[in-house]
């Protein structure tokens, strides 16, 4: 196997006999070999449409099949056998269907490859269409080609969160196609390859405003709300991930049941919101970011209900009441495909619950763009009389390194004339800190998950309208945590936007070669974290 897609790959090089995620070698050759039939898809999806055929059930399950190969989301092998075959018997469909109207489709290679009929025979054909070795695809190519297709996962993952909530958009899908069909394309050069993974910054926009359309239509604007870190003496269930809608729908089910609901990891800024948090039973938040989920899981008296990413190996321990959903699998963990959580409730109610009410110290989450856009003539006048100095977006994900302590550094550093602007899991190493505020104004501002970085850039945006500069001239500066895909996606949408003097950590991504960085680092100045001292001294002087 060979697998460099996200931050903690082994030895900041290549993954190559069983993921540090736990990903096994037939599952990643499934995966390759499910992007290499998603890639034949996409052609004979972009020739359909030419002849004016459309299928949205292709383009969802375009999205499905790709979110699905993002770090942390899907471990088992039967899943994507099927997955891979179902790619093949839609490709074909829609071949059929468009011939028929007399449209020529191409008959490429990977446009007519046959999947083999079992699984050995898959994880055979997967081996062969990895991602090509250094030397067999110049550096600067593979490394691009590769930066694209992670974009494209993360743009997947959030095309597929908003079309759950009903937000869809034609021209997301169709570059979806083109920019998998391009990484065939042995004509593009290095020019070219840059401006599609800008390009698939500037739909991800697209994407992520969608989505935020349909979490802010569906259960209205989040709203400053405190959260206990603490319980309630009862019978609980834990949900975890980003789906909003699979929250809800839990919540539903659980009514009446005396069971209490909590989530964890990046459902936490669910609490803010008024179509959620309106039900008695959601009560608070447990543990922290995925990486701690073995230890943190283990000890929690309920079901846990893993919505999307990021999962990892359950422990023996609590294999039993860990249930899966959506995206998400683990071979031999329970997976609830209907969206009827009755095995995870009646998990939960014979589980013993706590035995004891202990509310905990509380965190303030909602400050999405609504709240904080809400508050904006005061926020410009503390900037404008000095009160707030400057403020930093320190946010993205989580992960597993020690270097990641820089993080909870930073923010501890950070002076007290200054604002900490958060989203994603990486808030983890700080969410509960007390950082005080200026004048009102909390210094710590949790906009939401990292599926909210719309948000994010709405108020960096609004805040530059107000000041009448761009947003690079604002007294902001980003310093950003990526683990996955989606991470990577949204780096390449702040690029798009233009914005510079990024800092990134813990490392950079290991499918970036030498002269592609020189690239970003030339145009945008993006630059590795160093030490939270020398950092804070550079950016404040
Ligand atoms: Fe390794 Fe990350 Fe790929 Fe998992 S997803 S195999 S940890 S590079
Ligand atoms: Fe976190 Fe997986 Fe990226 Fe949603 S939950 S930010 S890592």
Redesign the pocket.
């Known amino acids: 196997m060979f697998c460099f897609q996200c931050e903690q790959t082994a030895k900041g090089e290549g993954c190559t006999k069983i993921g540090v995620c736990g990903k096994q070698p037939d599952v990643a050759a499934l995966q390759d070999l499910l992007i290499y039939v998603a890639k034949g898809l996409a052609q004979v999806a972009l020739a359909a449409r030419k002849a004016g055929i459309k299928d949205n059930r292709v383009d969802r399950f375009t999205c499905e099949a790709i979110f699905s190969t993002l ?2 989301v899907d471990f088992d092998p039967q899943r994507f056998v099927a997955l891979i075959q179902e790619a093949a018997r839609l490709r074909d469909a829609l071949k059929a269907k468009a011939e028929k109207t007399g449209a020529k489709i191409g008959a490429g290679a990977v446009a007519t490859f046959k999947p083999a009929a079992d699984l050995k025979g898959l994880v055979a054909q997967g081996e062969s269409v990895g991602i090509p070795s250094a030397d067999q695809l110049n550096a600067d190519i593979r490394s691009l080609r590769e930066l694209l297709i992670y974009g494209i996962k993360g743009l997947a993952a959030y095309t597929d969160h908003a079309a759950i909530l009903g937000q869809e958009d034609d021209a997301v899908y169709q570059f979806i196609y083109e920019g998998l069909a391009a990484t065939l394309d042995d004509s593009l050069g290095v020019n070219d390859l840059v401006g599609l993974a800008l390009k698939c910054g500037e739909v991800n926009l697209k994407a992520m405003a969608l989505l935020d359309a349909g979490n802010t239509g569906t259960y209205g604007h989040p709203v400053p709300t405190a959260v206990p870190l603490g319980h309630k003496k009862g019978k609980a269930l834990l949900v975890s ?2 789906d909003l809608k699979d929250l809800e729908s839990i919540l539903k089910q659980t009514q009446g049941k005396g069971i209490y609901v909590y989530t964890h ?2 459902m936490l800024p669910t609490h803010g919101y008024p179509g959620l948090k309106k039900y008695e039973h959601f009560y608070g938040h447990y543990g922290t ?2 990486q701690n989920q073995a230890k943190e899981f283990a000890a929690f008296p309920g079901a846990i209900v893993m919505t999307t ?2 999962i990892q190996k359950p422990k023996e321990s609590y294999q039993d009441n860990i249930f899966t959903t959506g995206l998400v699998g683990w071979p031999g963990v329970h997976h609830i495909a209907t969206k009827d959580f009755t095995p995870a409730i009646n998990k939960a109610l014979a589980m013993p619950g706590f035995t004891e009410d202990d509310p905990g110290k509380s965190v303030m989450v909602g400050f999405a763009r609504n709240a904080v856009l809400g508050v904006a003539d005061k926020v410009i006048e503390a900037v404008k009389n000095k009160a707030i100095r400057h403020f930093f977006l320190v946010g ?4 597993a390194k020690p270097g990641r302590d820089y993080y909870t550094e930073l923010v501890e550093k950070i002076p007290s004339d200054c604002v900490v602007l958060t989203l ?3 808030k983890f190493r700080f969410f509960d800190k007390d950082l005080g505020n200026i004048g009102g104004i909390p210094r710590l501002l949790d906009i939401g ?3 909210d970085a719309h948000s994010a850039i709405q108020i960096a945006v609004a805040l530059a309208g107000a000041f009448n500069c761009g947003v690079n001239d604002l007294p902001l500066s980003m310093i950003l945590s ?3 895909q ?2 990577c996606v949204i780096l390449l949408s702040l690029l798009h936007l233009g914005i510079k003097n990024i800092r990134l950590g813990p490392s950079l991504p290991a499918f970036i070669s030498p002269n592609v960085l020189d690239v970003l680092v030339k145009n945008f100045n993006i630059m590795p974290i160093g030490t939270a001292d020398q950092d804070l001294k550079a950016i404040l002087g």
């Open positions: 770090t942390n991930g980003h990891g990046e970011a995925w990413n990021c993205g994900c989580d992960g994603a899991c990486g998950q990292c599926n990526w683990y996955e989606k991470a």
